[in-house]
Nanobody
Framework: QVQLVESGGGLVQAGGSLTLSCAASGSIFSINTTDWYRRAPGKQRELVAHITSTGSTKYADSVKGRFTISRDNAKNTVYLYLNSLKPEDTAVYYC???????????????WGQGTQVTVSS
């Protein structure tokens, strides 16, 4: 079965940087779009960054210019580079991917377990 595992979260000071990774494993035929979401305390989940299978990207206005999403198709891994971090970036970050687990199968949405990012002021 398909699994997504995030890693790289931690505690950093404002202005610092972190690199998050999301590795997909299991039976994977293809991966379409891949996203990073986050859920801050007391707030609903929001889309942070989006990347297509060919590398086209989109970002939330709140992180544009500070975060970068990239993808290594050979490794079935997506990365999120968080720069110039602010306290308001504190949240649990989740990886989401639309994956076909087999040839001829439909695309399904998979979620990772989340990784905590805490930015101190």
């Amino acid at each position: 079965q398909v699994q997504l595992v995030e890693s790289g979260g931690g505690l950093v000071q404002a202005g610092g940087s972190l690199t998050l990774s999301c590795a997909a494993s299991g039976s994977i035929f293809s991966i379409n779009t891949t996203d990073w979401y986050r859920r801050a305390p007391g707030k609903q989940r929001e889309l942070v960054a989006h990347i297509t299978s060919t590398g086209s990207t989109k970002y939330a206005d709140s992180v544009k210019g500070r975060f970068t999403i990239s993808r290594d198709n050979a490794k079935n891994t997506v990365y999120l580079y968080l720069n110039s971090l602010k306290p308001e970036d504190t949240a649990v970050y989740y990886c989401n991917a639309e994956i076909s687990p087999g040839s001829g199968s439909h695309l399904y949405s998979y979620w990772g377990q989340g990784t905590q990012v805490t930015v101190s002021s």
